[in-house]
C-alpha cells in the first residue's frame, strides 16, 4: 500500500503513520533499526528497492530523504513531498519517503527527527553521493553507523582519500564491502600450502575503483610486505574494480584471478587451478552485510589510515 501526501508536513505523515498501524496492524515492535537514506529526488527508487530487500534480514523502518541537487535555490518554493509505503510495498520494512524542495533541503535533520525508532539504532547510508565528512553532516551526527559509497562519486579515488582523512567509529564504505568475496579467498588461499612467508604482492585493476587502493591497503597491513598496484586495463573487473591478486612466495606465485564478473581462478604452485565464485554481489546483500555489524569496523580504519599515509 502506498499513500501520498503533497505539501505536508512531518507531523501529518507521523499522524498518518499511526492511523496506518492502528486500522492495518502494522507495528514497529519488530523492528530493529531505523535507516536514513539521504538520496537525489528522481534516484531514489534503486535505494529503496536495496532496503526493502534488506529488511527481510533486518526488520527496520526506512526513511528516505531526497532534495533537488540545487536545494537552496531560492527561486523553488519550499515544500514537503511524501509516500508511506507498508505491506508488500516495503518488504519487511515501513518505508516513509520525504522529498524536500526549495530552503527545506538545508534542514534534513529537523524533518528526520520525528520520525526515528524510539531507542532504536539509526544508521544513515548515502547510495549516490556522499558528504564531506559524514560523522559531521545532519544525518551522520544523528547515526551509530554511516555507509557511503565512494566508487559512484565523479572521483572515487578522491573519495576514499577524503574519506581516510575524516574517518570517525561508525564510518564504513561500500567500496570496501564488495572486497568480502576476496578477502575471504586470499585468506583461505594462504591457509593451504606451501606455508611460506609471501615476500611482496601485486594488485592489478582498475586503479581509479577504490576497492583497489582499499586492497592493496589491507594486503600490505596483513602480510607487511611491499605490494604494487597495476593498472589492468581491459579485463572482466566486475563492480570491485579488481582483476587479480598476486601472492609472490619462494617457490612460486599464487593468484586469484577474475575470469568472468561471477568467476574467479586460483592458481598455486604444484597444485591444478580451480575456478571459485567470485560473484558481484547485488546492493542489497552489500547493505544488508553492513546492517549486521553496528560495532565500528577497526579494519576499515586502519586500512584507510594506511591510504592516508601512503605518498602522494
Same mark, same amino acid.
Given at each position: ?77 519550499? #515544500? ?7 505491506? !508488500? @510495498?516495503?518488504? %519487511?520494512?515501513?518505508?516513509? $519517503?520525504?522529498? &524536500? =524542495? ?42 551509530? #553507523? ?7 562519486? !565523479? @572521483?572515487?579515488? %578522491?573519495?576514499?582519500?577524503? $574519506?581516510?582523512? &575524516? =574517518? ?114 547485488a546492493l542489497q546483500d552489500q547493505l544488508a552485510e553492513e546492517l ?15 591510504i592516508a599515509e601512503e605518498p602522494r
Amino acid at each position: 500500500m502506498i499513500i501520498r501526501l503533497s505539501r505536508t508536513t512531518t507531523a501529518e505523515v507521523q499522524r498518518r503513520m499511526l492511523e496506518i498501524r492502528e486500522e492495518g496492524g502494522v507495528v514497529a515492535l519488530g523492528r530493529v533499526l531505523t535507516l536514513v537514506v539521504h538520496t537525489q529526488i528522481g534516484h531514489e527508487e534503486e535505494a529503496i528497492r536495496a532496503a526493502n530487500q534488506a529488511s527481510r534480514e533486518h526488520p527496520m523502518r526506512v526513511l528516505v530523504v531526497s532534495r533537488n541537487p540545487d536545494h537552496i535555490n531560492a527561486r523553488e518554493e519550499a #515544500r514537503l513531498d511524501a509516500e508511506l509505503r507498508v505491506g !508488500a @510495498d516495503a518488504g %519487511a520494512s515501513e518505508v516513509v $519517503l520525504l522529498q &524536500c =524542495y526549495g530552503e527545506l533541503g538545508s534542514h534534513l535533520l529537523g524533518i528526520v527527527q520525528g520520525l526515528l525508532l524510539p531507542d532504536a539504532p539509526v544508521v544513515a547510508w548515502w547510495p549516490t553521493f556522499m558528504p564531506e565528512t559524514p560523522s559531521a553532516s545532519q544525518l551522520g551526527q544523528i547515526s551509530q #553507523r554511516r555507509i557511503t559509497d565512494s566508487g559512484k562519486q !565523479a @572521483d572515487p579515488h %578522491a573519495a576514499i582519500l577524503t $574519506l581516510a582523512g &575524516c =574517518y570517525t567509529p561508525g564510518d564504513t564504505d561500500l567500496a570496501w564491502t564488495r572486497l568480502t568475496n576476496w578477502r575471504a579467498h586470499l585468506a583461505a588461499l594462504l591457509d593451504q600450502p606451501p606455508y611460506e612467508p609471501v615476500s611482496s604482492v601485486a594488485v592489478s585493476g582498475d586503479l581509479a575503483n577504490p576497492s583497489v587502493h582499499l586492497m592493496a591497503a589491507w594486503l600490505r597491513l596483513r602480510l607487511q610486505v611491499p605490494v604494487e598496484k597495476l593498472e589492468a586495463g581491459d579485463t572482466p573487473t566486475g563492480s570491485s574494480g579488481l582483476h587479480a591478486v598476486q601472492l609472490r612466495r619462494t617457490s612460486g606465485d599464487s593468484s586469484l584471478t577474475r575470469v568472468r564478473d561471477s568467476v574467479g581462478v586460483l592458481e598455486q604452485p604444484g597444485q591444478p587451478a580451480h575456478h571459485v565464485a567470485l560473484s558481484t554481489r547485488a546492493l542489497q546483500d552489500q547493505l544488508a552485510e553492513e546492517l549486521r555489524k553496528l560495532d565500528p569496523d577497526d579494519m576499515y580504519r586502519q586500512v584507510l589510515q594506511s591510504i592516508a599515509e601512503e605518498p602522494r
